[in-house]
């Protein structure tokens, strides 16, 4: 981020629902990226469910669990933000689809799969299997990418940025920049008296 963003930033109430979702999903609000992990406090998912309400956008419940953080320890909410016609028609995707047996999934509804991976997601926060690297593919990102990420473990890439890149490093860093820029661009809206309801509903 920029100087000047990273300041605006210092101005605000970083601890707000608004300004998390500024700070964690702009790609995903201003239509280019599917979805985007959140975490609040428990007490706050209700807030993050009603700003959703009547836009394009909706939550999913993957865990909520203890967390420590340096001054408490509290009850902490883990949440998939998506746009709704993105990750449907995202999670049709042959490669998508293909990955996704590999990995073991059954049902392929679009209910069935958030709810598989929830479940499998909450395993993993519990301790009884281990992290489900499929995460990738319902946080949108390219099927190459999670596929190479899988095959090995997470090393050898290309580039590192919203996520480690396999191939096609010149597409993925522009696409990278471009995130940035929506989050640069919510911050400022933000920091100037704009509701991020008000971004929700026209995005």
């Not at 964690?24 to 706050?44: D, F, R, W, Y």
């Not at 028609?89 to 999934?105: F, I």
């Not at 473990?153 to 919203?162: E, P, S, T, V, W």
Request: hydrophobic residues 40%; charged residues 20%.
């Amino acid at each position: 981020m920029t100087q000047e963003t990273l300041e605006r930033i210092t101005t605000m109430d970083t601890a707000s629902v608004e300004t998390q979702i500024a700070l964690h999903c702009a790609p995903m609000i201003m239509g280019l990226k599917t979805s985007n992990l959140l975490i609040v406090p428990e007490s706050q998912t209700v807030c993050v469910q009603r700003l959703l309400w009547n836009t394009k956008m909706e939550s999913f419940l993957l865990y909520t669990g203890k967390q420590r953080t340096a001054e408490k320890e509290m009850y902490k909410t883990v949440l998939l933000l998506y746009r709704i016609s993105f990750l449907r028609n995202y999670l049709q995707d042959a490669q998508v689809v293909h990955l996704l047996r590999n990995a073991g999934y059954k049902d392929f509804s679009f209910e069935g799969l958030l709810h598989q991976f929830a479940s499998r997601y909450r395993a993993y926060r519990n301790g009884t299997r281990d992290f489900p690297h499929e995460m990738g593919i319902f946080l949108g990102y390219p099927p190459a990418d999670v596929q190479g990420f899988i095959q090995n473990n997470g090393k050898y890439f290309l580039y590192a940025g919203y996520w480690k890149v396999y191939e096609n490093q010149a597409q993925k860093t522009k696409l990278f920049y471009y995130y940035d820029l929506a989050a640069e661009l919510l911050i400022r809206l933000l920091s100037q008296g704009v509701r991020i309801k008000d971004v929700l509903v026209s995005a």
